[in-house]
């Protein structure tokens, strides 16, 4: 008959679930006890049956720990990194439209007069790597201030490099200073062959020289 056939109850399942559900009610207590009783100080979690129920440590002075029991930053993450996809890294910030995903950092001078602050901004574009691939270090108040594309251009100044792998744009007359020490020279190679340089290498007299490979000057 069909009454006969009746499925026995799944008391595992019953006593795995009142199991875990009494680890929770002791932690809460836990909790309590050390919140309460220690002048509400963020308990460093938990107890040793809870650690491999909860990956994240909250210690005594409010440090968060992922990975590991001893965070010893405002958040520390241990974990082992790996390339060649979207899950391997420690941290990952995902744009949900196409746009930059981005990491911003202030401090205590920031205000609503002065709203300053930096990012760490990347956004990547369809296809092969190219232009739109882009990584910016932005300055709210002045704009990109380092860019790297996809071609391996860097911008300084700008966030678009185009046309050359160090592309300098800067509004005043000085885009760029060379400092160094008795000598100094800039050196051109073409196919990894030595072509010629432009400084202070011939000698020490007060001006610019350019040379060839050579060694002629002028």
Do not use: C
């Given at each position: 008959?069909?009454?006969?056939?009746?499925?026995?109850?799944?008391?595992?399942?019953s006593?795995?679930?009142?199991f875990?559900?009494?680890?929770?009610?002791?932690?809460?207590?836990?909790?309590?006890?050390?919140?309460?009783?220690?002048?509400?100080?963020?308990?460093?979690?938990?107890?040793s049956?809870?650690?491999?129920?909860?990956?994240v440590?909250?210690?005594?002075?409010?440090?968060?720990?992922?990975?590991?029991?001893?965070?010893?930053?405002?958040?520390?993450?241990?974990?082992?990194s790996?390339?060649?996809?979207?899950e391997g890294?420690?941290?990952?910030?995902?744009?949900?439209?196409?746009?930059?995903a981005?990491?911003?950092?202030?401090?205590?001078?920031?205000?609503?007069?002065?709203?300053?602050?930096?990012?760490?901004?990347a956004?990547?574009?369809?296809g092969?790597?190219?232009?739109?691939?882009?990584?910016?270090?932005?300055?709210?108040g002045y704009?990109?201030?380092?860019?790297l594309?996809g071609?391996?251009?860097?911008?300084?100044?700008?966030?678009?490099p185009?046309?050359?792998?160090?592309?300098l744009s800067?509004?005043?007359?000085?885009?760029?200073?060379?400092?160094?020490?008795?000598?100094?020279?800039?050196?051109?190679?073409?196919?990894?062959?030595y072509?010629?340089?432009?400084?202070?290498?011939?000698?020490?007299?007060?001006?610019?020289?350019?040379?060839?490979?050579?060694?002629?000057?002028?």
């Amino acid at each position: 008959m069909i009454w006969e056939k009746k499925l026995a109850p799944d008391f595992g399942y019953s006593i795995s679930f009142l199991f875990l559900l009494a680890l929770m009610v002791i932690d809460f207590f836990l909790f309590y006890h050390q919140n309460v009783t220690s002048k509400m100080k963020i308990m460093r979690i938990r107890t040793s049956f809870l650690q491999f129920l909860i990956p994240v440590i909250v210690s005594a002075q409010a440090n968060v720990g992922i990975g590991t029991t001893m965070p010893k930053a405002a958040l520390a993450i241990h974990s082992n990194s790996v390339t060649g996809n979207i899950e391997g890294a420690q941290l990952l910030l995902f744009e949900e439209e196409n746009d930059f995903a981005r990491l911003r950092m202030t401090n205590s001078l920031h205000s609503t007069e002065n709203n300053k602050f930096w990012d760490i901004a990347a956004r990547i574009s369809n296809g092969t790597a190219g232009p739109n691939d882009r990584l910016n270090i932005f300055l709210n108040g002045y704009g990109d201030v380092i860019s790297l594309n996809g071609l391996g251009n860097i911008g300084i100044g700008t966030g678009a490099p185009v046309a050359a792998r160090v592309h300098l744009s800067y509004p005043d007359a000085v885009p760029l200073v060379l400092q160094g020490g008795p000598g100094l020279f800039l050196p051109f190679f073409e196919n990894n062959d030595y072509r010629g340089y432009i400084g202070s290498y011939a000698g020490n007299a007060n001006d610019v020289d350019f040379g060839t490979g050579a060694g002629n000057t002028t």
